[in-house]
Nanobody
Framework: QVQVVESGGGLVQAGGSLRLSCAASVSRFTTYSVAWFRQAPEKEREGVAAIDLDGTTSYADSVKGRFTCSKDNAKNTLYLQMNSLEAEDTAMYYC??????????????????WGQGTQVTVSS
């Protein structure tokens, strides 16, 4: 059974930084596409960042230059470093795994396994 657990959310002032982590209990982690999504109240879930099997990253335009997605295959862990946070980044952040892998996808329907989310709140 695949388990995905996010951590690292919290309350931060605008301009600040947070680092989210996502630990996946899954065999052959390297065979999954992995990505971060977020959902603000009364808004649709949106893709934030994805990382391919070879480490290539894709980002939503709204976070390019501010967020960095990385992974540690040895630890089955995905990270999201978020800098220069803005009030508009306030949302529940979710980690997702997908197989078969679809490189660079930021579509929620391409992912099979989801965590419970971690809340990020940015005060202005």
């Amino acid at each position: 059974q695949v388990q995905v657990v996010e951590s690292g959310g919290g309350l931060v002032q605008a301009g600040g930084s947070l680092r989210l982590s996502c630990a996946a209990s899954v065999s052959r982690f390297t065979t999954y596409s992995v990505a971060w999504f977020r959902q603000a109240p009364e808004k649709e879930r949106e893709g934030v960042a994805a990382i391919d099997l070879d480490g290539t990253t894709s980002y939503a335009d709204s976070v390019k230059g501010r967020f960095t997605c990385s992974k540690d295959n040895a630890k089955n862990t995905l990270y999201l470093q978020m800098n220069s946070l803005e009030a508009e980044d306030t949302a529940m952040y979710y980690c997702a795994l997908g197989r078969p892998p679809l490189p660079g996808s930021l579509r929620a329907t391409d992912y099979n396994y989801w965590g419970q989310g971690t809340q990020v709140t940015v005060s202005s």
